[in-house]
């Protein structure tokens, strides 16, 4: 089961930083690119929607 979320993360803590340049913390930096997709780039919102997988699934 772990492998895919192996393969799914090239970049570790890109996101992370993204949101901190921004600001924010991850969850809310998340929040705002999937409230506003077509603000960002493709990798970023691909990101976003990773993270709020993995978070469900720790869950």
């Known amino acids: 089961m772990a492998n895919w979320i192996k393969g799914a993360i090239k970049h570790p803590g890109a ?3 993204k ?3 921004a ?3 991850p969850a809310q930096y ?5 409230k506003n997709p077509s603000k960002y780039p ?3 919102r691909k990101q976003a929607q990773l993270r709020k ?3 469900k ?3």
């Open 42 to 44: 493709a990798s970023t």
């Open 53 to 55: 997988t993995l978070v």
């Open 19 to 21: 949101a901190k340049a």
């Open 23 to 25: 600001g924010l913390t």
């Open 57 to 59: 699934m720790h869950k």
């Open 30 to 34: 998340q929040a705002k690119v999937l």
């Open 15 to 17: 996101f992370t930083k």
